[in-house]
Each structure stands twice: as structure tokens, then as C-alpha cells.
């Protein structure tokens, strides 16, 4: 962990005070045109369908502004039974099909309940949105707070779920709609249901203007009703038909099958992929959720290992197509200062809104010229997300042990994280406070609270704050750089997976002692590797997280790799060792001797020492004189870890007792170069 616990916390006060993102509210109406004419060349840039008169969607990626969605009117629901028994019957299709098989609802959850209210959809297969399904929408924004809900309070969060849906206890909800999705063979019947649908739009706006007065005082005989699908009486109780017919309002007809597929209705699939800046060249994202919507009709999936991504359902006309870097291995969140609830919410991407043909939907995450652009936390929530989707692969060959699922990493270009991380596991430890004295000293009630609530929702936090000199550098944001700092938390993760929690709180407090004993100097945040009491734990875990986060660095990238820095020292690929990575580079060139080096206490170069099997004292004047050779492997190395291990010095003695005491006196000895 290069920064920790409290970190996180001093990270979330200037979270408040300088926002990372800034926030614009447009008004629908000049506005709205300078906004179109920005990015009218735009790859995402496609008309979008939420109904008559929708505006187009514009992705602004390249900028650090968030712009609200604006709503217009209310528009007619196709999927409310009347309408949808409606098309069944005008396409000659028994109208009783058009059952209730759906609610449209929304929940308005206080902070405290928001995360567990998506984690109980999360289970049941359903999404939450921000925005109201059913309105025009004159400006399509990055999000949307309900007018009559203050900025710092969660939104209304709308959701479609079945008729057994059982509602939350103590979060507020409505049902705003009983209503009928067709089955997927019927998108003729929706196509239908969205004509009527317009149809009554265009009556209710020149009702609006005082044009029109429906008449709605209809009489019939005893015994009938009106029907205001047919427009006529009908008997209260129709008549019973033979099987294979239906009562249509007038006579017993025979049912007829589906129609033919609407025109247009395709089933959306595509490419999700990142820019990978090492390779030079786009990867798929990995298991990456991806969710199709059109008006209540909604589909969820998850991209392959190579990105590509079907949907199950079919999608007449435009479709929108989100990415959300979730699945249940972890969800990449971003810190934020405005609207602080969204941070408890999985990054997510409107890649499109499409239309025609639906089976190359295909989106690249890239990254921006503008630093802190919008696009620049959706490309880096995209690497880490394969991040931790590579690190379980390497777990399973190199036997290292897996991270816990259910991870909730943040991303951040906070200074105080930089381009390290912090894996605290708050959320797994069930860590819910903060400390009194920091909260009374440093914050207000109101944000102690708000950071007491994000804190139990944290596991790991990855910085991708690159700088030259005091200037953020988007050439040095790089993918490399954020994966080696992601396996090296994620190596974190497993130990508490392996180890458990006493163990790792012992080793999380261990280091929150010593980065506020050092908040004034240079040893933050590991210490000057004197406490006996804290030293220890701390160059055992860190030692075995800087290694692992290195040499899977390398498996994955080897000559690929990015210049790296250690102890005021840059390695580079072929430098100082021919044919070594810049990673391995850094590792075989550690020094334990290089004082001016606040943390060479660390050894990380130990374990790539007893893995090697060259000495580079004697090949190249190395700094370690490395006489064990090619024995060990990382599987060896993991297994002697145990939970009641807290130094190197007896991690040294288990390791040598599981292994035969092989080459002790070399294994000791290199223990002892490097201080243990």
C-alpha cells in the first residue's frame, strides 16, 4: 500500500474543496444549440430515441465538464396494458395477451441506503437509472438531479422489475407503472404500441394548446362496457371461444402467430475495448457489464476476454448502450466532489445510441489531451478493470492466491494518492468509522459523515496522477504504470483473502500509525523502518506486493514496458541489464544500501533474488551478492506466508522449513544483505 487508510480520508476533504470534475447546468434553450455545434464530428455522436422530439446525444469526453440532462414533457407509455392490448388486437393478436408483467418503479434511497438498495438489484438481475424512462429528453447529459432533490442527496433511481419484486424495507419507493413488455418474438407489437403511443402524444400537445377536448362520457346498455381499444360497448362478459380463438370484441376469431420482426429490430452487439498506450495498439475490456435499453425494455450482458459483447434481446430502432466497469469480481468506482452519492455507483459510459444496423456497436476507450477529461477516468476505470481481470489469470498459473470478489476499488487523480494506491479493505473488514480526533479536527460534521459513509463502501483506491515537474502529464499516464500499481493492491487483497482479517487489520494499522506519525516528514507512509513494533509487518507485506506488482508487470508487458523509478534511479528496458524489462531492471538492481532512499528497508528485490538464477554482484557489480540459485517459485513463496507471520525473519524459517532447508545458507544469507 503506497498510501493508506487516512490518506483516503484527507483525499476525500479535498475532494470537497477543489472538484475534480466540474459541474454545468444548461438551460434548454440557446445553450442547448452552442452545445450541439462542439462536437457535431464526433464518432458517438447519433441520434438519440427516447421519444418525440429527443435530442441528440453528444459525448464531451475530451472535457472536464459535466452537463445535467434536461427533460421535457412526459410522453405516453407504449407499454401500458391499454395501448399494448391495443396493437395485439390491430395486429389481429388476442388483446388478453397484454398482461401486467412488469413494474415500472423508482426508489428514492438516503446516502446510507444507496449502495445497498444496488447491490439488492445488482442480485436480481436489475439496473437503476437516474433519468425517468417515460420523458422527452431536450438535452442528453452525463446525468440527472431531480429538480426537487438538493445536489448532495441520491436522485431518484428508476428501475423496471417483475410483479413479485419485493420492495426494500425502509427506502421509499413509488410504482409509477403497471405495464407489458412483449416477448422478444413480438417486436411487431411494440412497434405498434409506439405508434399509438405518438399518436396520443400529438392529441395531448394540442390538448395542452386548448384545441381539443376528448370526449370521455361514453353510456352503454345494461350488460356492456366501453372499450376504448375498439371504441364501442362490448359485453361485460364476452362469450366462451373454442380453443385456438379468442374473443375479439365482436366475434370469436382465430389466433393468429407473431408477425415478422419489426423493421429494424436487430440484436445490438459489438466491441468494447480500451487503447493500450504500451502496446500501441486497442484490447478488448474483459467482463465488462454492458446494458441495452430502449424505453422499459432492458438487457444485460458482459463482454468476453476479447471485448465483444451479444445481446439476448431484439431492439427495434435506437437503442442505448451503456458500459459499466462491474461484474463480481470488482467495481471500478471514481472519486468525486459534486454529487459526492455518485461515487458509490460503478463508473459508467453511454457508449451510443444506435440505430440500423445493431451487430457492430463498437466503442474504444482512449485517452484525452485535457488531463482531468471525463475521458481520461473512463480510459483509466478501463484499465484497471483488466487490471483485476489479468491478476486473477496470473493468480491461477503463478498459484499466488485470488483477490476476494466483490472488490470496490476507486480511481483518483487526487494528489495525495498520485500514481500509488492504498488497499485498506474497509468495505470487506466492515470498517464503517473515522477517527473522532481527525473528523473534530480537520472536518465539519457533515462531511465526517459523508466520509464515514464512503469509507465503508472502500477496498482499494489507484491514483493515476502522473506528473513532470509540478504539471500533469498525460504522456506519462500510462498502462503499465497503472497495472503495476493495481497487481501490487490486488497482491494486498489476496493476503487478506489468505491471511485474514486479524492479520491484515494488524498490517493496515500498522501503517496508518506510521503515515500520521509521519505526515510532517519523509517517511510517511511506511516509517523510517525502526518500530519494532510496525517495521516488521510492513516489509513483509510490502516487500512480497512491490515484488508481485513488478514481475506481473513484466509478464504482461516485458519489452513493452515504460521507464520506471526506484530509489531516485530510472530503469529502463535493456538498462542496466541487456534483455531485462525495465521492471525486472528495477528489481535486480535494488539496493538495500542506497540510504538516501527513505523506504530501502523494504527489500524488494529479495524474492526476484531467490528466484533468478544469475548473481549480479559477480556478472555486473550488483548491489546483493545473490548465490540462491533458480530454486524457488512464487507458489513457494506464497504458501509460506501464514497468518500468525509478521516479519521476515520467521517468514525466512517457515519458508526454509516447507522446502527442505534447501540452499539455506545461500537463502540466509541473502536474508541477512538484506537486513533480515
Not at 490518506?7 to 470534475?21: G, K
Not at 472535457?63 to 396493437?87: F, H, K, V
Not at 485474514?500 to 498490517?507: D, P, S, V
Amino acid at each position: 500500500m503506497r498510501n493508506i487508510a487516512i490518506y483516503f480520508s484527507v483525499l476525500l476533504l479535498c475532494s470537497f474543496i477543489v472538484f475534480s470534475c466540474q459541474k454545468m447546468e444548461l438551460k434548454p434553450s440557446a445553450d442547448i444549440g452552442d452545445q450541439t455545434t462542439l462536437s457535431k464530428n464526433s464518432a458517438r455522436l447519433m441520434a438519440s430515441g427516447g421519444g418525440t422530439g429527443s435530442a441528440d446525444f453528444i459525448p464531451h469526453d475530451e472535457d472536464s465538464i459535466e452537463r445535467e440532462t434536461i427533460l421535457g414533457y412526459q410522453l405516453t407509455n407504449p407499454y401500458l396494458i391499454n395501448n399494448m392490448m391495443q396493437a395485439y388486437g390491430n395486429l389481429g393478436l388476442n388483446p388478453a395477451k397484454a398482461v401486467v408483467n412488469n413494474l415500472y418503479v423508482r426508489f428514492l434511497p438516503s446516502t446510507n441506503q444507496l449502495a445497498a438498495l444496488d447491490s439488492i438489484m445488482d442480485a436480481q438481475g436489475l439496473e437503476l437509472f437516474d433519468t425517468p424512462v417515460d420523458y422527452q429528453v431536450l438535452y442528453e447529459g452525463d446525468y440527472y438531479q431531480d429538480p426537487s432533490i438538493p445536489d448532495s442527496l441520491p436522485t431518484w433511481q428508476y428501475a423496471v422489475v417483475p410483479p413479485s419484486f419485493q420492495f426494500p424495507s425502509g427506502i421509499p419507493h413509488q410504482t409509477l407503472a403497471s405495464i407489458h413488455i412483449p416477448a422478444d418474438n413480438y417486436t411487431a407489437v411494440e412497434t405498434e404500441a409506439e405508434r399509438l403511443a405518438a399518436i396520443q402524444d400529438s392529441v395531448n400537445q394540442t390538448s395542452l394548446n386548448g384545441t381539443v377536448t376528448p370526449n370521455t362520457d361514453f353510456q352503454c346498455a345494461p350488460g356492456y362496457e366501453w372499450d376504448p381499444i375498439l371504441g364501442h360497448c362490448v359485453p361485460v362478459t364476452p362469450p366462451v371461444c373454442g380453443s385456438g380463438y379468442y374473443w375479439n370484441g365482436e366475434q370469436c376469431v382465430q389466433e393468429m402467430p407473431p408477425p415478422p420482426p419489426a423493421a429494424d429490430a436487430a440484436i445490438p452487439g459489438g466491441y468494447i475495448l480500451v487503447h493500450d498506450t504500451n502496446l500501441g495498439t486497442d484490447v478488448g475490456v474483459r467482463k465488462a457489464r454492458v446494458v441495452a435499453r430502449r424505453w422499459f425494455k432492458i438487457d444485460r450482458v458482459y463482454t468476453d476476454n476479447y471485448g465483444h459483447f451479444l445481446c439476448n434481446k431484439k431492439f427495434k430502432h435506437k437503442v442505448r448502450i451503456n458500459v459499466k466497469f462491474k461484474n463480481d469480481d470488482a467495481q471500478i468506482r471514481n472519486i468525486r466532489g459534486a454529487s459526492f452519492w455518485q461515487m458509490l455507483f460503478p463508473v459508467k459510459v453511454t457508449s451510443g445510441i444506435f440505430s440500423g444496423d445493431k451487430s457492430s456497436v463498437n466503442f474504444t476507450f482512449n485517452q484525452f489531451s485535457d488531463y482531468k477529461a471525463k475521458g481520461n477516468i473512463y480510459w483509466t476505470a478501463a484499465t484497471v478493470h483488466n487490471a483485476v481481470q489479468e491478476y486473477r489469470d496470473f493468480a491461477a498459473t503463478e498459484h499466488i492466491g485470488l483477490p476476494p470478489q466483490g472488490l470496490k476499488i476507486f480511481i483518483s487523480k487526487n494528489g495525495l494518492v498520485g500514481g500509488g494506491g492504498s488497499t485498506p479493505m474497509f468495505a470487506k473488514r466492515v470498517i464503517n468509522n473515522i477517527s473522532t480526533a481527525f473528523a473534530t479536527s480537520y472536518l465539519s460534521p457533515l462531511v465526517a459523515a459523508v466520509i464515514a459513509v464512503v469509507k465503508s463502501q472502500l477496498d482499494m483506491v489507484i491514483g493515476y496522477k502522473y506528473t513532470t515537474g509540478s504539471s500533469l502529464d498525460i504522456t506519462q499516464l500510462l498502462s503499465d504504470r497503472i497495472k503495476e500499481t493495481t497487481y501490487h493492491e490486488l497482491t494486498h487483497s489476496a493476503h487478506y483473502a489468505s491471511l485474514g482479517n486479524t492479520w491484515y487489520t494488524t498490517f493496515v494499522t500498522a501503517e496508518e500509525y506510521e503515515i500520521v506519525a509521519n505526515l510532517s516528514s519523509g517517511y510517511s507512509p511506511y516509517g523510517d523502518g525502526t518500530n519494532s513494533t510496525f517495521s516488521p509487518i510492513i516489509a513483509l507485506g510490502e516487500s512480497w506486493a512491490y515484488y508481485m506488482g513488478h514481475y506481473l508487470a513484466n509478464k504482461r508487458y516485458g519489452s513493452n514496458s515504460s521507464t520506471q523509478n526506484e530509489q531516485g534511479i530510472y530503469y529502463y528496458n535493456g538498462y542496466p541489464l541487456s534483455g531485462f524489462s525495465s521492471h525486472l531492471n528495477l528489481l535486480e538492481d535494488f539496493s538495500p544500501y542506497r540510504l538516501p532512499d527513505p523506504f530501502h528497508w523494504i527489500p524488494q528485490g529479495l524474492f526476484y533474488d531467490m528466484m533468478d538464477a544469475r548473481n549480479e554482484q559477480k556478472l555486473t557489480g550488483g548491489p546483493v551478492d545473490d548465490n540462491v540459485s533458480d530454486y524457488y517459485t512464487n507458489q513457494k513463496f506464497f504458501n509460506a506466508f501464514s497468518s500468525s507471520i509478521t516479519t521476515l525473519g520467521s517468514y525466512k524459517t517457515n519458508l526454509l522449513n516447507q522446502n527442505g532447508n534447501n540452499q539455506s545458507p545461500q537463502v540466509t544469507s541473502l536474508f541477512s544483505q538484506y537486513g533480515y
